[in-house]
């Protein structure tokens, strides 16, 4: 089983809905990540939150706000989504880079729907 | 900038055949990290190893193994006596520190899907 939990496993919403992800992982890392995956393509990041902090933005439209309530939480607030948002939606999270062994933890992911 | 190419697309085989899965890394950084992960039809992804810049030591786990040719830039992934169970899309990444916070960003090949059937 992941150690990284993902909810709701699958979400299905309007343009004008306002829905959110959420990530939870309990491995104590400090780190964690927003990765976006299209159909037959490779997750591209979104956010990397660090300590807490929002330390990347990968020029993410507003309408997708990340949050991070806790070290083992973390949110994304979805808002006037499009169409082309549909996507599966991966939560990720690793230790420290500089104590670590480099591995990201992925959930099995959000799989959204835009209607 | 970094990138990772995944030249085979999609790669089928029947069971018991061994296969191998290439990847080839573009990169400026001396010191970098290499990895592969699989991802099964469920979703997640799956980590399957990592190998720093400064290791070229070929890694055997199981039916797995790993070629790392800094030389050819490449990082090729072997199956020996492939299962149905292996069937998966796989993934090469190469791993980019982040100036900020200790957190890294992984940049991904396009994936190859493999298909093992009976």
């Known amino acids: 089983d992941t150690e990284v939990t993902q909810t709701p496993k699958h979400l299905v919403m309007g343009m004008t809905n306002k829905k959110s992800l959420k990530c939870e992982q309990h491995?104590?890392?400090?780190?964690m990540y927003w990765y976006k995956q299209k159909a037959k393509k490779p997750p591209e990041l979104m956010f990397v939150?660090?300590?807490?902090?929002?330390?990347i933005n990968e020029s993410v439209p507003s309408r997708f706000s990340p949050e991070c309530p806790n070290s083992s939480l973390l949110n994304l607030h979805l808002h006037a989504l499009q169409p082309e948002d549909s996507a599966l939606y991966l939560c990720?999270?690793?230790?420290?880079?500089?104590?670590?062994?480099?591995?990201?933890?992925f959930g099995e992911g959000s799989r959204l729907t835009v209607l | 900038a970094q990138k990772v190419t995944q030249a085979q697309t999609e790669i089928s085989v029947v069971e018991k055949e061994d296969v191998t899965l290439d990847c080839v890394y573009e990169?400026?950084?001396?010191?970098?990290?290499l990895f592969w992960y699989k991802q099964p039809p469920s979703g997640e992804l799956v980590f399957l190893i990592r190998?720093?810049?400064?290791?070229?030591q070929n890694e055997i786990s199981g039916r797995y193994s790993w070629n790392f040719q800094k030389s050819t830039s490449s990082f090729n992934f072997t199956i020996t006596a492939s299962q149905v169970v292996d069937s998966a899309v796989y993934f090469c990444?190469?791993?980019?520190?982040?100036?900020?916070?200790?957190?890294?960003?992984?940049?991904f090949g396009k994936g190859t899907k493999l298909t093992v059937n009976p």
């Open positions: 491995m104590g890392h400090r780190a």
């Open positions: 190998r720093n810049s400064f290791d070229e």
């Open positions: 990169t400026r950084d001396t010191t970098y990290y």
């Open positions: 990444a190469l791993s980019e520190a982040l100036a900020q916070g200790g957190s890294e960003k992984l940049v």
């Open positions: 990720a999270s690793s230790q420290d880079r500089y104590q670590n062994t480099g591995e990201l933890f």
């Open positions: 939150y660090s300590y807490e902090k929002l330390s």
